[in-house]
């Protein structure tokens, strides 16, 4: 729900192993330009962003 | 076929792909200015009261509307109530069209925390008034002064409410270690062709009711509808969020969204100061002005970010199928229904209201527009401000390493 996956990113990302991927599942449009658009920010690169169902979206980012 | 949007843009998705958010903010300024023309500007949250104060009507308490230029009527034959039941309308097809539909549920948190910023959206829209759609964005363009004024309140209210969304966040987070997360199974894309078809069955729903309403005489109703329609299409498509424009600045120091904000004011303010100097109704949303701009705007701010969207947002949403937005409008009419109740004057009247200040009878029509200009001009300074701090307190970060070093290294946990 909007805007948690915005809030939400910062902290995982901090987690993130190096050299892992994340695929992180979204409801929210507005996620589908914010999330990527932290991630890269923050040096992370996001290969993918792909609409798998009805409103919902996979955000592929990879650290 | 599903949608996909890779980091570079595909040719021929172009339907389906979200607007740019600068194209949002012009396209919602040209059709606020084409709706002033024809009717009216653009404003949301008075037509909800006035639902509440028939909600409460209806359970038996006699309560008259608190904004007295929306008298309880039923919400079919209200033009002003059109356009927002077009904008539910707009979001919705645009929503079905790009298969993006989906019932977002909540569990009882969620509602609540949805029903508590529809009631504090209700009490900031009467105190302000009205919201920050007609309250701040459409009265800088209209030159009251009383839009600068809560813009300040919308500021601190989106900065206390982002403050609670990133406390909830934290503690939602806060156990996550992905070093022991397990690879995750391959996502099924399920396609959802139906909406499609549901999307283009609803657009021809929509031109029958707008030639239904022309054959009853209803013009005007007929005509805010779709102008309605229009604002849920570009807001679903562009994702512009006027809650993200304050939040985002307060909370993150990230002004992307507000700039874009002020350029649309900026837009819109030589056409309404052109068509108000040519005696076309001068003091449309030219509203109370006093210290009431910069609590109810707290207040409001507060509610909107809490309830994820400001009173064109959780219409929107409400199409796109957000529960919490349904909770939101729902709350925002249980309190401001009450409020001629509560405080026994209409909005406007009474002690808690200044004067409505118009800036031409003080400035002058250019004094007007420049003041409006400054103003922007000042916000502009101060957003490039926030963003340095931001800049420069990342840089420094980086310069200790701080961001990739503090992260788990050597550790590959692909989750899917």
Redesign the interface.
């Known amino acids: 729900?909007?805007?948690?996956p915005k809030?939400?990113i910062e902290?995982?990302l901090?987690?993130?192993?190096?050299?892992?991927?994340?695929?992180l599942?979204v409801?929210?449009?507005?996620a589908?330009?914010d999330v990527p658009r932290i991630a890269r920010e923050?040096?992370f690169a996001?290969?993918?962003?792909?609409?798998?169902?009805?409103?919902?979206?996979?955000i592929?980012i990879q650290? | 076929m599903?949608?996909?949007?890779?980091?570079k843009p595909q040719p021929g998705s172009i339907l389906c792909r979200?607007w740019p958010?600068g194209a949002g903010a012009i396209a919602l300024v040209v059709v606020n200015v084409l709706m002033f023309m024809y009717a009216r500007a653009l404003g949301v949250f008075p037509q909800i009261s006035m639902w509440g104060a028939s909600f409460y009507s209806h359970l038996g308490l006699k309560t008259a509307s608190p904004f007295p230029p929306y008298p309880v009527k039923p919400v079919l034959l209200d033009m002003h109530s059109m356009i927002d039941v077009g904008i539910i309308a707009g979001a919705l097809v645009a929503?079905l069209l790009t298969?993006?539909?989906?019932i977002?549920r909540?569990d009882w948190r969620?509602v609540l925390v949805g029903l508590a910023g529809g009631l504090l959206m209700g009490f900031g829209t009467v105190i302000m008034p009205p919201c920050n759609m007609g309250g701040f964005w459409v009265a800088t363009m209209a030159l009251s002064l009383s839009g600068p004024l809560s813009a300040l309140g919308l500021l601190l209210g989106a900065y206390l409410g982002g403050k609670i969304?990133?406390y909830?966040?934290?503690c939602?987070?806060?156990p996550?270690?992905?070093?022991f997360a397990e690879r995750?199974q391959p996502?099924?894309?399920?396609p959802?062709v139906w909406?499609r078809w549901a999307g283009i069955i609803l657009l021809v729903g929509i031109g029958i009711a707008f030639l239904l309403y022309r054959h009853a005489g209803l013009d005007k109703v007929a005509g805010l509808f779709l102008f309605g329609v229009a604002f849920g299409v570009i807001v679903?498509r562009s994702?512009f969020?006027f809650?993200?424009a304050f939040?985002d600045l307060t909370v993150s120091r990230d002004g992307r969204v507000m700039k874009w904000t002020l350029l649309s004011i900026a837009l819109g303010v030589i056409p309404f100061a052109l068509l108000k100097a040519h005696g076309y109704q001068p003091m449309h949303m030219v509203f109370p002005m006093g210290w009431h701009n910069i609590a109810g705007g707290l207040v409001f701010g507060i509610g909107m970010t809490i309830a994820?969207?400001c009173g064109m947002g959780i219409l929107a949403?409400s199409g796109?199928?957000?529960v919490?937005s349904w909770v939101a409008i729902f709350g925002g009419m249980l309190s401001a229904g009450l409020w001629t109740h509560i405080y026994g004057h209409p909005v406007g009247e009474g002690w808690l209201y200044g004067k409505p200040l118009f800036l031409p009878k003080v400035l002058g029509w250019y004094g007007s527009v420049g003041f409006v200009f400054a103003f922007l001009l000042l916000f502009y300074v101060a957003i490039r401000f926030v963003e340095k701090i931001k800049d420069e307190t990342g840089k420094r970060r980086q310069d200790r390493g701080e961001?990739?070093s503090?992260?788990?290294?050597?550790?590959?946990?692909?989750?899917?």
Do not use: H
């Not at chain 1, 729900?1 to 948690?4: A, G, H, K, T």
């Not at chain 1, 901090?14 to 695929?23: F, Q, W």
């Not at chain 2, 996502?187 to 399920?190: A, F, K, L, T």
């Not at chain 2, 503090?406 to 899917?416: T, Y």
């Open positions: 729900m909007c805007p948690y809030y939400a902290p995982l901090d987690k993130l192993p190096a050299g892992s991927e994340l695929s599942l409801d929210c449009p507005a589908t330009g923050r040096g996001v290969p993918d962003i792909q609409q798998v169902g009805s409103g919902e979206w996979q592929k650290g | 599903q949608p996909r949007m890779n980091a979200p958010t929503a298969a993006e539909w989906k977002r909540e969620g969304l990133r909830e966040m934290a939602a987070v806060g996550v270690d992905f070093r995750g996502v099924e894309i399920r959802a909406q679903q994702r969020c809650v993200a939040r994820g969207g949403r796109e199928g957000y919490r961001i990739l503090s992260r788990p290294a050597g550790v590959d946990v692909p989750v899917s």
